[in-house]
């Protein structure tokens, strides 16, 4: 599904979910390619800088994806 200018009046209650997950699927999309242009607060500014400075001084912090699938897996046996 590409967004068109007919979409602009289509009622999105309307779509399926599958339509709509797609929809917002590319909407996401459609704003990673300019973050830039994404308004960002004073607040989220210091604690994204915030986070940033605690991954400096403890480095990452979380399970790497193949312990936490193997773990799931083993769960399910």
Request: aromatic content about 4%.
């Given at each position: 599904m590409r967004y068109t200018?007919?979409?602009a009046s289509v009622d999105i209650a309307s779509?399926?979910?599958e339509e709509r997950l797609r929809l917002l699927d590319e909407l996401w999309e459609s704003l990673s390619h300019?973050?830039?242009a994404?308004?960002?607060t004073r607040a989220q500014r210091e604690?994204?800088?915030r986070r940033?400075?605690?991954l400096d001084r403890e480095g990452p912090v979380g399970i790497?994806?193949?312990v936490v699938l193997l773990r799931i897996?083993?769960?399910a046996k």
């Open positions: 200018s007919a979409m779509l399926s979910l300019t973050p830039e994404i308004p960002v604690e994204l800088d940033l400075d605690d790497p994806w193949d897996r083993a769960r």
